[in-house]
Every structure is written in structure tokens, then in C-alpha cells.
Nanobody
Framework: QVQLVESGGGLAQAGGSLRLSCAASGRTSGGAAMGWFRQAPGKERDFVAAISWSGGSTYYADSVKGRFTISRDNAKTTVSLQMNSLKPEDTAVYYC?????????????????WGQGTQVSVSS
């Protein structure tokens, strides 16, 4: 079992920045990719970004490309999401996920473990 705990959410103004972190603990599964998804009120949960186990491959939703950067530490237990140039439409609960994607890093069903989520609110 893997536990994921997100931190770093909060309130920011449009154009500002926030950094989210996700710490993995427990029976950390070797080779696991990690990703971030988000869910805005009344909407489905959407893919934001993902990173491979090695960190050598990263994937981004078109809506955040060029503004958000995903990274993971050398110990492979923490993944971060640096969010710059924030927009009000980035407001959502952000979830960290871990798994072994086979078909696509962007699909929820490819991830086995999920954090509880952290709220990000961006004011205009």
C-alpha cells in the first residue's frame, strides 16, 4: 500500500505562482510514475501533468503547458508541481496519483494510488 500526501495548495492571485508537493510513503512501488490531476467544482477530474519513474519523461495537459512544471526528487518519493502564471480557471482540487501506466500517462484508470487532494484557488 502506498500513501500519498499533497501539500502546498492555497490562494493565489492571477499571474501568481504556487508549488504543490506530494510525498509518497509506505510500500513505495518501484518504477511507479506519478501524476497530478485536478477537479473543478461541477466538473470531472482532468489530467494535469505526469512524470515517469526516471523523471526523464514528462507529460502535460495543453491547458497548463508552458506554465506548469512537474519534477521528482532523486529518492523518487516526492513529486512537485510548480505552477506559474496562474489563471482563475486553474482553481480546483489537485490530486496526486501514483501507478504504472501502460496505455497512457494521462488516464485516471492507469493510476493505482491517490492522495486526498489539496485546494488551489486563483482569484482574478
Amino acid at each position: 500500500q502506498v500513501q500519498l500526501v499533497e501539500s502546498g495548495g492555497g490562494l493565489a492571485q492571477a499571474g501568481g505562482s504556487l508549488r504543490l508537493s506530494c510525498a509518497a510513503s509506505g510500500r513505495t512501488s518501484g518504477g511507479a510514475a506519478m501524476g497530478w490531476f485536478r477537479q473543478a467544482p461541477g466538473k470531472e477530474r482532468d489530467f494535469v501533468a505526469a512524470i515517469s519513474w526516471s523523471g526523464g519523461s514528462t507529460y502535460y495537459a495543453d491547458s497548463v503547458k508552458g506554465r506548469f512544471t512537474i519534477s521528482r526528487d532523486n529518492a523518487k518519493t516526492t513529486v512537485s508541481l510548480q505552477m506559474n502564471s496562474l489563471k482563475p480557471e486553474d482553481t480546483a482540487v489537485y490530486y496526486c496519483a501514483a501507478g504504472h501506466p501502460f496505455h497512457s500517462y494521462t488516464l485516471e484508470k492507469e493510476y493505482d494510488y491517490w492522495g486526498q487532494g489539496t485546494q488551489v484557488s486563483v482569484s482574478s
